[in-house]
C-alpha cells in the first residue's frame, strides 16, 4: 500500500512541474487544428491527422470550424551516399527527409509562414542481404517521419493564442 501511494506522489509530482514520458503528444494547444495536404498525398500530413486523433484532438473547436489549418506544401526523402567499400560499392547511406508547412489562422492569415523542418539517419547497407537492406531503409524513413511529425505538432502547439 505504501509503494502504491509513493507512486503516485510522484506521479502527481512529475505532472504538477510538466514532465510527460517521452513520446507523448501534450495536447493543450492543437484542438482545433485542422491538417491538410496541399501537396497530393503525403504521408506525413497523414500521419500528422493520425497522430492528432490519437490524442483525441478534434480538428474543430465545439462551433464546428476549425481554429487552424496545418497546410503541408511538401514532402520529400533523399538518400545519398557516404562510404564507399573496398569492394567500390556504397556501404553507408543517409537518408534526409524534409517537410515544408504553413500554420494559417480560420481567414487563411498566416500564422506561422512557410517552414521546413528536416531529420536525417544513416544506415548501413549490406551487400549481401539486399531484401534486409531495403527493409531497414523502410523502417528509417518511417522513423524520420515520426521524428518530422513530432516537430511539426511541437512547432504548432506554442503559437500565440493556442
Given amino acids: 500500500m505504501r509503494r502504491v501511494v509513493l507512486l503516485l506522489a510522484l506521479a502527481l509530482l512529475a505532472a504538477g512541474c510538466g514532465w510527460r514520458p517521452a513520446g507523448s503528444l501534450g495536447v493543450a494547444g492543437l484542438e482545433g487544428t485542422r491538417v491538410v495536404d496541399a501537396a497530393g498525398s503525403t504521408r506525413v500530413a497523414y500521419e500528422l491527422g493520425r497522430q492528432l486523433a490519437l490524442a483525441g484532438v478534434a480538428d474543430v473547436d465545439p462551433e464546428g470550424k476549425p481554429r487552424r489549418t496545418l497546410r503541408i506544401l511538401s514532402e520529400e526523402f533523399t538518400e545519398r551516399p557516404l562510404t564507399i567499400t573496398a569492394g567500390a560499392r556504397v556501404g553507408e547511406f543517409e537518408i534526409l527527409g524534409r517537410v515544408t508547412w504553413e500554420l494559417l489562422d480560420p481567414a487563411g492569415e498566416v500564422l506561422i509562414p512557410p517552414r521546413t523542418v528536416s531529420a536525417e539517419a544513416l544506415y548501413l547497407r549490406d551487400q549481401t542481404n539486399l531484401l534486409g537492406s531495403r527493409e531497414e531503409q523502410r523502417r528509417l524513413e518511417s ?17 500565440d493564442g493556442a
Avoid at 144 to 157: E, K
Fill in 143 to 159: 522513423e524520420l517521419r515520426d521524428q518530422l511529425v513530432r516537430r511539426i505538432l511541437d512547432a504548432v502547439a506554442v503559437v
